[in-house]
């Protein structure tokens, strides 16, 4: 069974400050997204990340993928009052066999960020 | 384009009460899904298709059926609701076959069942 951890799953940080989230997940993947949920909103696309050390940057998150660890990271630098959401990294594991996009989410990681 | 739409955005069942919840995508996309999510957790397969005519189970499928008899609609019909399948319930769909795949997700169905 396909297990998807991420830590911390809380996170309180300072406005310019800097962090990383981990995503763990414990057999292969074909890809690996991270998504961005307001409350009580649906979930935004962030990144899709699909092999052995791909790096995607957008404003002041960066994430990046080793599948040889099977981990991702999403870097948070300089953290503004906006970033504060909750964050699920998703790994799917049915594009090689049907292209399918099943994806297994971990349990999200809720970032406040203080001004 | 509306994207993903879902209705209703909210509804309250008595358990025992049957109910479908509706997707419907205009972007022509053959991959349908939906997700349950539960305080304090992320997302859970329920059910997904490939294509019309076509349905699978995700990890969470036990009191709840599918159909998807055009391209567009992918409704989810719980039978016999209980009080366990009080969450919020998201559509999603996609291309398939493309190896940078993005899925779109609806904005969402918050359901009680009391």
């Known amino acids: ?115 | 384009n509306a994207g993903v739409t879902q209705t209703p955005k909210f509804q309250v069942l008595k358990t025992g009460q049957s109910m479908t919840l509706q997707c419907a995508q205009d972007m022509n996309h053959e991959y349908m899904s939906w997700y349950r999510q539960d305080p304090g957790m992320g997302l859970r397969l329920i059910h997904y298709s490939v294509g019309a005519g076509i349905t699978d189970q995700g990890e969470v499928p036990n009191g709840y059926n599918v159909s998807r008899s055009t391209t567009e609609d992918f409704p989810l019909r719980l039978l016999s609701a209980a009080p366990s399948q009080t969450s919020v319930y998201f559509c999603a769909s996609s291309y398939l076959g493309l190896k940078d795949n993005e899925q779109f997700f609806g904005p969402g169905t918050r359901l009680t069942v009391l």
């Open chain 1, 1 to 115: 069974e396909l297990k998807v951890e991420q830590n911390p799953l809380f996170l309180s940080m300072q406005e310019e400050k800097n962090y990383t989230i981990y995503c763990n997940y414990s057999t292969t993947s074909d890809r690996l997204y991270w998504y961005r949920q307001d409350p009580g909103k649906s979930l935004e696309s962030l990144f899709v990340l699909l092999s052995n050390g791909a790096v995607k940057q957008e404003g002041r998150l960066m994430a990046s993928l080793d599948t040889k660890a099977r981990l991702s990271t999403l870097h948070i630098t300089a953290a503004v009052h906006d970033l504060s959401a909750t964050y699920f990294c998703a790994v799917d594991r049915g594009y090689l066999r049907s292209g399918a996009n099943n994806l297994f989410f971990g349990t999200g990681t809720r970032l406040t960020v203080i001004p």
